[in-house]
Each structure stands twice: as C-alpha cells, then as structure tokens.
C-alpha cells in the first residue's frame, strides 16, 4: 500500500484525495443516525471516494458563492459527514477555517469571532439563529451556508451550494489546490483555560508536520479504525488513511460520555485505536473495573489535554489486551504534539516520583522537537538569551521548537509577544521558540517533568510552590478524588491553600478525618510542610473543552473568604 500522506508543507486536504485514489470503497466515516429498536445506536458509512466527491462538490460550490482563497470562515456544525467535508472543502478552496469550541462563554464566543472577523459564516440553524441574537461577527460577515435545513434568512442552503459545485465541476471549472506551505490554513481558537481564548494560526505546514508526527511516533497505519472523542483530532483521520467512528455523545462534555456505549462500538466496528481526554478515559476505566467490560482489540488508546493519573491508566490497561498501549502526548493548541510518554512508565517509576512531589513526567521529547526551559519569566522575551536555560533539574518554563510549533496568535501581537521569542541561528537565520506557559524540567535522562502553568504558581514569601508538585503527594490519598494548590492574595506574598475534591463514595461526614489525614500526610515531606489549610470542595471547576483541566484561579476565588 503507498504511503499517501501529505509531503511536509503540503495542503492536508489533497491527502484526502491520495485516499480516495488508493481505496475508494474503503470506510472513511461511520456516524450516528437514530436507534435501532434494541436500542443500539444505528450508523450509517460514507467511503473514501463518497467523501471525496462531496469535498470537491462543497469546494467548488463554495467558489461558486464566492468563498476564495485566504477568505475566513467560521465553521459551526457538530462533527458528522458535513463537518468533515467542509472542514476540507474549504481547505481545497483555500479559505481560512475558523474553529471555536461552543461550550465557551457567550460572551467570550463573540469576541473570538469579532476578533476574527469571518466574511462567510457556516453552521447548522441554531448557530445561525444565535449569531443574529447575539450579534456575533456582524460587522464581517456577508457570506451564510445553512447546514441541515433550509437556508437561514436569506442565505445559501448547503443542498444549494452542493448543487452549484456539481455544475462546475460537469463544466470543467477548477478548484484550487494552490494553498499550502506557508499560507495561512486555519484559525484554531485555544480552550481558554486560563485566560481569554486566542486565535492560533495554523499554516499548511503545521497541520502536515502534525500529520507526519502523530503516524510516525504512535506507528499508526493505513486501515485502522479510530474512535475519536475530540473532534478537532478526528480531522486527521482522512490524511492518515484511517476509518472514523464518532460516538454518540455531546462532544462539549467528555466526562459525560456513556462508557458502555463506547464499549460496543469500539468492539462492533474493530476498533484498534481510541483519543480521549483524561475525564472521559476516567469514565471508561471505571466502567470497565465495575463491569469486567474489555476491549482486546484497541491497539492504542491516546489521551491528552491534562495528565492522566497513574490509577486510572491501571484499570484502563487491565482493559486491554498485554500488547495494547496507553499514550499521552504532552503539547497545546499552539505545539503538538511536544513530547510523549506510555501508560507502563506512568505507573511505573513515574508515579512515584509524583507521589514524591516531584511532579507529572511527561515523557520524552519527540527528536523532531528541541525542549529546553528557561528561567520564569512574566515578561516578553523578544530574543533568545542562552544564559536563560536551565541546567537538568531547574525548574522553570518549558520552550519548544519544532515542525508543528505555531508561530502567531491572530489579532493578539501583545499575546504573540509574550509567548514567542527569536531566535538568531549560526547562519544567519532566525526561527521562534515557543513559550508553552508551563513549568517544568528534565531530568537526567532527558525526560520532561511539568510542575503546572505559570499562572499556577503560588509565590508566598517562604518561596515558591508548584500546583503538580504539591498535588501529587495529597494525589496518593485513596479517598481523595482530586487535589489543587491555590493561592490566596498575589504575589508575592500568598497565602497557599489546598482544596480537595473527594471520591464520590466518600460521605462527607469523613471529611474532618481525612483533613487530619492529609495534614499528617503534609508534615511527612518538607515541600508540603508549611501546607495546614484544607477545603472540601464538592466539584472542581474544569475546562469545557477537555473537562480535565482544573480551573486554579476559580478555586482560589472560592477558598479566598474561607481561608
């Protein structure tokens, strides 16, 4: 079988169409449909060649209404066939997608979208409905495709613009396939963890270099088959040759997904490969200790957005067969994937150095990619300055180089310049260093270990303390579901505290034992010797794109008057 994945630089839509010429009647798409009346979810399939055709129809109709080459547009459709063909239409006809997780704030949502400032607008109805309410993107916006029912006020039908595409394409009209390397491909807006969502640009180059990354470090082949919880990733799928499976499950919410039904069809469709944040591999790995549930044919399961804890990695592993293996690449919206570790060394000696407060090793970096940390530092750094980096051990902030390393947020130089330093090269060139905003180190044998974000930290006039140190230690806690270092004031005269998520079999009149627990468990190592405040907090606010990252600086606002 040829390998038909996109040449470095190379446009990832056109890897589509290397599929399509390769194995047209191969699956490149199952998706929900409706229930059968035993109540399985019923799917349909759309092949390789069924899918390329759409894209090329929906690329020249796109043209045809006057969507062109470097033109922004905003892409709200939940992930199902029209997802998938718009995403790579619009790259085909070389127009700029602009992707914002729809779980974000309102208030938020529009001024990501005033800031990019899409001249066309493609969603379902209720998205179109809400831009008109909410006034998103209304100063730009002059171009509208409803997806999934008739044309919204006005605008263009997606029945329609398939019907122009197929017109042109009859008459011998070209669609361009020019967009690659350098030029700009999309705008993929950042979760907002931990602070105000920012535009990433993506060039084509990005998006083939992670292509080539994902299938050269996890080994993935042609023909397997993918059950992808987190859209954005299933988008890869049709340039790595590899059949899609969408759960039935809202997206916006992992944690919430029904592990029984990804159970069934990772075993019905032959599944040999699952992605998944660390919530919702939690919520499966529990299924499976509770029901004896296995699934022997996943040959991989990948995990990333938060660390994953070492006893979930456990029970997900007594699921899987000896040879299957558990992976969370360590990266960002702006650099992945960075480095990479497997579930055998996160239960291993990697645990321990956590429970010993040494915080979350995640592993080694890819040889594509140059890791170093550099000394923490709140400010820009415009140049690089060698006498910055930090020797094995030195904690400070994680920077990264690399083929998949971003360059520039989009609309946000203040951002840009506070996240990207330049670097001057003995030839005379210069290339940008990515500032990850965590903190870490590497060890001696080059693994990298990440302490938390910058922003995390807790500065008190003793010295400073790190949340995934700190944590990890309360972590090892049996009844204890989750752990969060706060801060209580600003730097840097904090007042640390930790709050405590408990399992959620524990009643809460253990709560004053446990506290007394935990505080003994505190007073047994010198990093969390001065830690005497604990707070019982029902449930951790997370992020909505992932629900594993905790939302430090919302619980520090909580612990504030209880402390």
Request: hydrophobic share 45%; proline share 8%; with cysteine.
């Amino acid at each position: 079988m040829s390998d038909a994945a996109p040449a470095v630089g190379a446009n990832i839509s056109l890897a589509l169409s290397a599929r399509a010429a390769e194995a047209p009647g191969r699956i490149a798409l199952h998706h929900p449909v409706g229930r059968a009346r035993d109540g399985r979810v019923r799917y349909a399939a759309l092949s390789y060649g069924e899918l390329e055709r759409e894209t090329v129809d929906l690329a020249a109709g796109l043209g045809a209404i006057g969507i062109v080459p470097g033109m922004r547009v905003a892409l709200m459709v939940p992930p199902g066939p029209a997802f998938f063909a718009l995403m790579f239409a619009l790259m085909r006809v070389g127009a700029v997608p602009v992707l914002i997780d729809p779980g974000i704030a309102r208030r938020a949502l529009k001024a990501c979208l005033a800031e990019a400032a899409p001249e066309a607008f493609v969603g379902i109805a209720l998205a179109h409905a809400a831009r008109l309410v909410l006034g998103w993107a209304r100063a730009s916006v002059r171009i509208t495709v409803t997806v999934g029912s008739p044309a919204f006020l006005g605008g263009h039908g997606l029945a329609r613009v398939r019907a122009l595409g197929r017109e042109r394409v009859r008459a011998g009209l070209p669609v361009a396939y020019d967009a690659q390397g350098d030029t700009l491909a999309a705008i993929l807006f950042t979760s907002g963890a931990t602070g105000v969502p920012k535009g990433v640009e993506y060039r084509h180059r990005h998006f083939s270099a992670q292509v080539a990354l994902i299938r050269g470090t996890f080994g993935i082949e042609a023909g397997e088959v993918n059950v992808p919880t987190f859209p954005p990733f299933a988008l890869f799928d049709p340039a790595l040759g590899l059949t899609t499976v969408l759960p039935r499950m809202d997206f916006r919410r992992p944690a919430r997904a029904d592990p029984a039904h990804l159970v069934e069809i990772c075993t019905r469709f032959g599944a040999s490969m699952l992605f998944g944040s660390p919530a919702l591999v939690d919520v499966l790995a529990r299924h499976g200790e509770r029901t004896g549930a296995r699934l022997p044919a996943l040959r991989r399961v990948l995990s990333a957005g938060a660390p994953v804890r070492p006893d979930v990695v456990a029970r997900l592993q007594a699921m899987l067969s000896d040879e299957a293996g558990i992976w969370t690449p360590y990266g960002a919206t702006e650099c992945l994937p960075v480095a990479v570790i497997e579930g055998r060394a996160i239960v291993g000696s990697a645990a321990a150095g956590t429970a010993r407060g040494e915080g979350i090793c995640v592993g080694m970096p890819l040889p594509a990619n140059v890791v170093r940390v550099i000394r923490t530092e709140d400010g820009a750094i415009p140049a690089w300055r060698d006498e910055d980096e930090l020797p094995p051990g030195g904690i400070g902030e994680i920077t990264v180089t690399g083929p998949s390393a971003t360059e520039r947020y989009y609309r946000r130089d203040a951002a840009t310049a506070l996240a990207k330093i330049a670097e001057r090269l003995p030839d005379g060139g210069t290339r940008i260093v990515h500032r990850m905003g965590d903190l870490g180190y590497l060890d001696a044998q080059g693994r990298l270990w990440y302490v938390g974000r910058k922003v995390h930290r807790v500065v008190t006039p003793d010295g400073t303390l790190y949340p995934e140190q700190v944590e990890g230690v309360f972590n090892t806690h049996a009844e204890v579901a989750r752990a969060a270092l706060v801060g209580i004031g600003r730097w840097p005269t904090q007042v640390p505290a930790i709050c405590i998520e408990l399992q959620p079999q524990v009643p809460e009149r253990d709560w004053p034992r446990i506290a007394r627990e935990l505080a003994a468990l505190a007073a047994h190592q010198a990093l969390t010797r001065p830690l005497t405040r604990f707070l019982r907090h029902p449930r951790f606010p997370v992020d909505i794109r992932h629900n594993a990252k905790i939302d430090r600086l919302a619980l520090a606002a909580w612990a504030a008057p209880r402390v």
